[in-house]
């Protein structure tokens, strides 16, 4: 019933609610002061839930039908909707670093049977050393240095508008923080020098995206002279990398403490958390979980015939709880392939990690010397 609608809609795109006067522009009915229904003979929030099961590939075409569903399918109440009804999709957000500059590319359909990426707006500023997040639809570069000036910016991207926006700043100025989004909220750790009493008390940072604004963290004295260099978040518990150690944050019951050792030795680069194990790329060239549990390593096994050896500038993320590994693979010499290996994890009955390689895709061509900087999923 839906798709042959569409097929009537689109021959006709708007509906009577568009029509305009030719004299001053104003908008007016021709038929009704009232606005249309989303759909003939049901009501808005029926159709809205209907709208919410259609696949977001197909969102341009929908808001082609009628201003009506082009504010619809633009709305918040469209992926509050989705959420409720299970039916949002993840796409694959990866940003390549090319001298000063930096590039992100996106997952336009995460349908297609090939994953192929394409490039997003470019943003105004290039910060050195932000730390990344996304909360809900949209993506957070907070921080980084311009010019060798740690600055407190926080841009903001929203994937539904393709747009990048002002956020609202952080109280202090940092570069090469921890940030992670817990429960609708954004912490940040780290990143600063705490030379005075303001950036002392603000060494960690919280955003209320309902509030749009930052408040500060209490944090233990000993702690704060930690510059971070990964980090994740496991269970309620957000772990950020120092160069030596590093620190846990309890987002729920606001406790410190510090970073297991064992963590610590084995933790090398970006990492992903699936199902509360955090998987990592090790120096000798294996995909590693953490059971924070047991506090131990254990060898993901049964991927090594389908990976290369060694994977350059590997980073990870979970992506619809699948482990998605990007890399960079070979070039032709002025070009280099950025590699991507989606693998679904599982735990063995004798406690071990195995995991099954299920899409295996050249995502992107970028010259050669380009690196991969960041890679986030983004759920709406």
């Given at each position: ?7 009537l809609k689109l021959k006709t795109p708007f509906m009577a609610e568009d029509l ?47 201003k009506s569903w082009r504010c619809i399918i633009a709305s918040p109440e469209l ?249 960079e693979g070979k070039g032709n010499g002025k070009e280099v392939d950025i590699m ?41």
């Amino acid at each position: 019933m839906l798709r042959n609608y569409l097929k009537l809609k689109l021959k006709t795109p708007f509906m009577a609610e568009d029509l305009t006067t030719a004299s001053g522009g104003a908008t007016t009915s021709a038929v009704s002061s009232q606005p249309s229904p989303l759909l003939p003979n049901l009501p808005d929030d029926i159709s809205l839930q209907i709208l919410a099961r259609v696949p977001r590939s197909h969102h341009p075409s929908l808001s082609m039908v009628s201003k009506s569903w082009r504010c619809i399918i633009a709305s918040p109440e469209l992926f509050r909707t989705r959420s409720i009804l299970h039916t949002t999709q993840s796409s694959l957000y990866v940003n390549i670093r090319n001298n000063s500059s930096f590039n992100w590319y996106f997952e336009q359909n995460p349908q297609n049977p090939k994953r192929t990426l394409v490039p997003l707006p470019s943003i105004s500023q290039h910060p050195i050393g932000p730390s990344v997040t996304a909360l809900g639809p949209k993506i957070y570069l907070i921080g980084g240095s311009i010019n060798d000036i740690p600055s407190n910016n926080v841009w903001v991207f929203d994937c539904r508008f393709n747009k990048w926006e002002m956020g609202p700043k952080m109280k202090v100025s940092r570069e090469f923080s921890a940030a992670e989004e817990w429960n609708g909220k954004i912490y940040v750790i780290g990143g600063c020098n705490v030379d005075n009493w303001t950036r002392s008390i603000n060494w960690a940072e919280v955003f209320d995206q309902q509030t749009g604004s930052w408040a500060a963290i209490p944090s233990e004295v000993e702690m704060r002279d930690k510059w971070m260099h990964a980090s994740a978040i496991i269970g309620s518990r957000l772990y950020a990398m120092a160069d030596r150690g590093g620190v846990v944050l309890d987002v729920g019951s606001g406790e410190w403490r510090n970073v297991p050792k064992r963590l610590d030795l084995g933790w090398r680069g970006r990492a992903a958390v699936v199902d509360d194990i955090l998987y990592c790329y090790d120096y000798l060239g294996k995909i590693q979980g953490y059971d924070v549990e047991e506090d131990r390593w254990k060898d993901l096994r049964g991927v090594d015939k389908g990976l290369p050896k060694f994977m350059c500038s590997s980073t990870m993320v979970n992506l619809d709880g699948k482990l998605c590994i990007v890399w960079e693979g070979k070039g032709n010499g002025k070009e280099v392939d950025i590699m991507c290996a989606e693998i679904e994890v599982r735990r063995d009955v004798d406690r071990g990690l195995s995991g099954t390689i299920l899409r295996l895709d050249v995502i992107l061509v970028v010259p050669k010397g380009a690196s991969i900087s960041h890679c986030l999923a983004v759920e709406f």
